[in-house]
């Protein structure tokens, strides 16, 4: 037993529906031969002639003896109703391809349809991926270029702090060394002093002869001797050199240079200023530390209570606990 059949007519579908029953409905003239039909195992719906045979034949053997009937019997006249049988089937099996035809474009139309629609939405989706995957690497640009400008900023701080502070050193190394060089030409000037006085002075008789100075008694202390004294300590010091400039600009112009090579955009005018800055306090250091000699500090305290110390570029032949004399701008052991 064939499975039954479902029935598009009027743009309703109908059914299932068995072979007899289909028959009897076209004999009757409420299904037409060119009305579609489809059961399980189809791949598509084709009109009932083709579908079930039988019915086109049962409708033309329906329309071959009515015609005869209608000719009065007449052998022409059969003949014309079975041509006009055969052009009604000939007309619906045509009109049943242009239906097929019709559906058949009407399923392409839509499934291109369908396909561009899909295509639509799978681009949109592309792009609101593209757009989040772009806002979110400029956040992280951005991000990141806030982090750089910040740690160039506090390095930039950290530098000009540190170059206050060598600024401040080195003009308490200056105020010192004015303060010693100071010192040092008062101490001149008194002991050019003591010596100018020292030769107005009248020499000293023999007491022997009876005429100079008087000997002290015995057991007076001795006279204040306020030019001697005791050596309290010797000590070997660098000191640095006054920078001239060339170092500290040498220095700021290869900095930047060499920052300028790294980063991009702010970072890279960030990272010039601060290869700069750097540069400039690296070439002052080095300036300033080649141009360093060594001297040596010794420290006196003198019989009046007085201490003072003097520099020298040679190394002194005295040591702590020797006693000195300082004579004619110079220090001198006894």
Avoid at 41 to 68: N, Q
Wanted: with cysteine; hydrophobic share 35%.
């Amino acid at each position: 037993m064939s499975p039954p059949l479902f029935v598009a007519s009027n743009g309703q579908q109908t059914g299932p529906f068995t072979a007899d029953q289909i028959r009897q409905m076209l004999a009757g003239g409420s299904l037409k031969s060119s009305d579609l039909a489809w059961r399980e195992g189809m791949a598509e719906w084709r009109p009932l002639a083709e579908v079930l045979p039988s019915a086109g034949a049962a409708l033309t053997g329906m329309a071959v003896p009515l015609a005869a009937a209608a000719a009065g019997g007449s052998a022409a006249k059969w003949g014309l109703g079975a041509g006009a049988a055969v052009l009604v089937l000939a007309l619906g099996g045509v009109g049943a391809w242009q239906y097929q035809e019709q559906q058949r474009l009407a399923a392409e139309q839509q499934q291109i349809v369908l396909e561009q629609r899909r295509i639509a939405e799978e681009q949109a989706r592309e792009n609101e991926r593209r757009l989040q995957e772009e806002k979110r690497r400029a956040e992280e640009e951005a991000q990141r270029l806030a982090a750089e400008k910040e740690q160039a900023e506090n390095r930039e701080r950290e530098l000009q702090a540190r170059l206050e502070t060598e600024r401040r050193e080195s003009e308490e190394e200056r105020r010192q060394e004015r303060q010693r060089s100071r010192e040092r030409e008062r101490e001149r000037q008194r002991m050019a002093e003591a010596e100018q006085q020292a030769r107005q002075s009248p020499p000293p008789a023999n007491p022997a002869y009876g005429y100079g100075q008087p000997q002290p008694l015995p057991g007076t202390p001795p006279s204040l001797c306020r030019e001697c004294g005791v050596v309290q300590a010797v000590r070997q010091v660098n000191q640095q050199g006054e920078a001239s400039g060339l170092g500290a600009v040498a220095g700021g112009v290869l900095g930047g240079v060499l920052g300028n090579q790294v980063g991009k955009g702010g970072g890279r005018k960030a990272a010039t200023v601060i290869g700069a800055v750097g540069g400039a306090v690296a070439g002052h250091q080095i300036e300033k530390s080649q141009r360093s000699h060594v001297i040596f500090e010794t420290t006196v305290r003198f019989e009046d209570g007085s201490v003072r110390v003097f520099n020298q570029e040679s190394q002194p032949y005295w040591r702590q606990g020797d006693r000195v004399r300082y004579l004619n701008g110079s220090l001198n052991a006894y």
